[in-house]
């Protein structure tokens, strides 16, 4: 099956700085990425839809210029949390797909903010 | 906009027990309607998918849905319960006529197996 491969898995990063979150789809040209957050014990919560070579379409309530979402190339989205606080200490989990077929998960990236 | 609700967020179960999950959704239309799993501190894993094809639908590890659409509802189930099942378990419906549309997860139901 295709892969989609997050990097890093772990993270932790010192409040008001900015972190990278990579997602690449190893084995197929993702035309579109999807960006979720996950809080603990909760559900998946989309955060952006993003295709390549054109902006991000962010969901209600998620603030664009702190979560900076580049869809560079058909294998690669990166998610940038920036001046990030404690309080986006969160599971991050993309989803890759191609055309109208299934989209798959990477494995997450678990983001704590001290 | 689509949703999905899951009746209890936590199920326990003895081992060799049947598994029952609950999942409505919510729209006239049926959409593409998925089961998710995920271990704790992991992505997320496809068990099963409904595109119209069939109403019942088989995934892995011995998983199955049935789409109702008389009752809105896309039940999961097992015959048999394994302790390897205990996970957090995810209905999930897509937004689009395209299983690659953006995907709206419900509240997840947690799974425990008794010994």
């Known amino acids: 099956g295709a892969v989609v491969s997050q990097h890093p898995s772990r993270v932790i990063c010192k409040s008001g700085t900015s972190v990278k979150i990579e997602c690449r789809s190893l084995d197929f040209q993702a035309t579109t990425m999807f960006w979720y957050r996950q809080f603990p014990k909760q559900s998946l919560m989309l955060m952006a839809t993003s295709n390549e070579g054109s902006k991000a379409t962010y969901e209600q309530g998620v603030e664009k210029d702190k979560f900076l979402i580049n869809h560079a190339s058909l294998t690669l989205s990166t998610l940038t949390v920036t001046s990030a606080h404690p309080e986006d200490s969160s599971f991050y989990i993309c989803?890759?797909?191609?055309?109208?077929?299934?989209?798959?998960f990477g494995q997450g990236t678990r983001l704590t903010v001290v | 906009a689509q949703s999905v609700t899951q009746l209890g967020s936590h199920v326990s179960v003895s081992e060799g027990a049947l598994v029952l999950l609950r999942c409505n959704y919510s729209?006239?239309?049926?959409?593409?309607l998925f089961w998710y799993v995920q271990y704790p501190n992991q992505g997320l894993q496809l068990l099963l998918k409904?595109?119209?094809?069939?109403?019942l639908v088989k995934g892995i590890n011995g998983f199955e849905a049935e789409f109702k659409k008389s009752e809105t509802s896309f039940h999961l189930t097992k015959p048999s319960a394994h302790m390897s099942d205990a996970a957090e378990y995810f209905c999930?419906?897509?937004?689009?006529?395209?299983?690659?549309?953006?995907?709206?997860f419900g509240s997840g139901t947690r799974l425990s197996i008794r010994p």
């Open positions: 999930a419906v897509s937004e689009g006529y395209s299983s690659a549309s953006k995907i709206i």
């Open positions: 409904y595109t119209s094809a069939a109403t």
């Open positions: 729209s006239s239309v049926p959409p593409y």
């Open positions: 989803s890759a797909a191609v055309g109208t077929s299934e989209a798959f």
